[in-house]
C-alpha cells in the first residue's frame, strides 16, 4: 500500500501545509489583483508567493543543512550545483521538501529515495533575454532544475520530471507510485511547482481565459480562472504486506486517461475524465466516496465537462468541492497540493466548500459544496483535466 507520509505547501496562504489547510477552512483567500503586473496592461486575479518570506525561509534550510548558499554537490559528484544561481521555483521547491522531511528520518541523500518533479512550465521566464542574465543556458531546462532541487539534498539518483499540461501533479504521484511497487526505492518525494511570469499570465490571456474577479467554480456567473503559484511536497512510501496505521492516507488507485478531444477544450462529453474516474471506482460503491475534489477552474467549458463525466461514473449525488477560489489554478503544483489539502480535511473529518461558488450553472446538477460539513465517510477522489484531452483520477482513503 502507498502510504502518504509526510506533506508541506508553499503558498500564499502559508508555507506549511498545516497553515495552509487552516486558512482554507477559516474562508481565506490567497488571490489578490494586478493591474499592471509583467507590463501586461491587461489586468488579472492571481495567487502570489511571499517573495521576502520566502527569501528567509530559503535561507534557514542552507543554514540547517551547514552548507555554503553558492557551494553544493550532490553526495556522488553527478550532479553538481555549485555556485547555483537557485530561482523562485528551485527556491520554493527546496524549502517544500526540507519542511516535508522533518521528523520522518529519511535521509534524502540516501540511493533508495527518489525525487520526482511536477512542473509545467519550470524556469519559462528564461526564454525573455532580458531575464537570463546570472543563468546557465541549461536553465530553461525542466531535467536541469529537477537535478539542482535533488542535488540540493545530496540525491545520487537521476530525478524523474513529470510535466503533463494541468494534471502533471497528479500524474506524477501515480508515477511515483509505479516506482516505489517496481521495489527499486523505499521512499518517494513527489514535489509539485510553477510559479507566475508574463509568458504564462500572457498566454492564457491570449485564451481569454482569466478572470479579473475571484473565480467561481461551477457558478452560473462564472467569468474564468485565475492562475496561482505554489510548491506542493507529498513524501510517499510502499508498505509490502503491512496493515498501515489508523488514520493514515493511502493512494489507493490512480488512472490517466486521454480523449485527445482538443489542444486546449475539453471533451464535450468528459470522455477521458469519466475513464479515469471508472478506473479508480471499480469494486468501490459511489456511496462509500465522502467527496470529490473537482478540477473546477471556473471556465465555461471545464466545469460543464467534468459535471458530465461525474454523472457518467455516478457521482452525481457525491459531494464535490473545488480549491481554486483560494489559491488559484496552481499548474504543475495543483494535483500535489488540491491532494495535500483534502487529504487533511478527510482526517478530519470535513468536507471543505467551494470558494466563490452560489447558483448552479452546470448541465448536469452535481452536488457542489456550497459550505464546509463533516463526513465519517473514509474515501475521496481528487481529479483534474488538462490541454491536450488528458485527464486524471487518483483514489485516496483513510485508515
Known amino acids: 500500500m502507498t502510504i502518504l507520509l509526510s506533506d508541506n505547501i508553499i503558498s500564499s496562504l502559508g508555507f506549511t501545509a498545516e497553515e495552509n489547510y487552516r486558512n482554507v477552512k477559516r474562508g481565506e483567500c490567497g488571490l489578490k489583483f494586478f493591474p ?15 517573495g521576502k518570506r520566502l527569501e528567509e525561509a530559503f535561507g534557514k534550510v542552507v543554514a540547517e543543512r551547514s552548507l555554503p548558499a553558492g557551494d553544493r554537490s550532490s553526495s556522488n559528484g553527478s550532479h553538481p550545483v555549485a555556485g547555483a544561481n537557485y530561482t523562485k521555483l528551485e527556491k ?32 519559462i ?20 532544475s529537477a537535478e539542482l532541487i535533488a542535488g540540493f ?10 510535466s503533463n499540461a494541468c494534471i502533471s501533479g497528479a500524474s506524477a504521484m501515480i508515477a511515483a507510485q509505479r516506482e516505489l511497487r ?4 523505499d521512499y518517494a518525494i513527489v ?10 499570465v500572457s498566454g492564457f490571456q491570449s485564451f481569454k481565459a ?14 474564468g480562472l485565475n492562475i496561482g503559484e505554489a510548491a506542493a511536497t507529498v513524501i510517499l512510501a510502499e508498505r509490502c504486506g503491512n496493515e498501515p496505521n489508523n488514520g493514515d492516507i493511502v493512494l489507493t488507485a490512480g488512472a490517466v486517461r486521454n480523449d485527445a478531444n482538443h489542444i486546449s477544450g475539453p471533451s464535450r462529453t468528459g470522455e477521458g475524465s469519466y475513464l479515469a474516474l471508472r478506473h479508480v471506482l471499480k469494486g468501490i460503491d459511489p456511496d462509500e466516496v465522502a467527496f470529490v475534489s473537482a478540477h473546477g477552474t471556473a471556465t465555461p467549458y471545464n466545469d460543464e465537462m467534468e459535471s458530465v463525466a461525474l454523472t457518467r461514473a455516478g457521482l452525481q449525488n457525491v459531494p464535490v468541492n473545488s480549491l481554486k477560489g483560494y489559491f488559484g489554478h496552481t499548474l504543475g503544483a495543483a494535483g500535489v497540493l488540491e491532494s495535500v489539502i483534502s487529504t487533511r480535511a478527510l482526517k478530519e473529518g470535513v468536507i471543505l466548500e467551494t470558494y466563490g461558488f452560489e447558483t448552479p450553472g452546470v448541465t448536469c446538477p452535481i452536488h457542489v459544496v456550497k459550505k464546509t460539513q463533516s463526513t465519517t465517510k473514509r474515501r ?7 490541454f491536450g484531452g488528458c485527464n486524471v483520477a487518483v483514489l485516496y482513503t483513510k485508515y
Open 210 to 223: 482569466l478572470s479579473q474577479e475571484v473565480c467561481k467554480p461551477f457558478d452560473a456567473n462564472r467569468t
Open 92 to 123: 520554493a521547491s527546496i524549502v517544500s521538501v526540507a519542511e516535508a522531511l522533518k521528523n520522518t528520518g529519511i535521509d534524502p541523500a540516501d540511493k533508495r529515495v527518489l525525487f520526482v518533479l511536477s512542473t509545467t512550465k519550470g524556469n
Open 153 to 162: 539534498f545530496g540525491n545520487p539518483n537521476q530525478p524523474v520530471v513529470i
Open 36 to 50: 499592471d503586473h509583467y507590463d501586461i496592461p491587461e489586468p488579472f486575479m492571481a495567487s502570489e508567493i511571499d
Open 380 to 386: 475521496f477522489i481528487k481529479m483534474l483535466s488538462g
Open 125 to 144: 521566464f528564461l526564454l525573455d533575454e532580458n531575464e537570463r542574465e546570472g543563468y546557465e543556458h541549461d536553465r530553461i531546462f525542466l531535467w536541469r
Open 191 to 200: 514535489t509539485g511547482a510553477d510559479v507566475l511570469s508574463k509568458f504564462i
Open 182 to 185: 517496481s521495489g527499486r526505492y
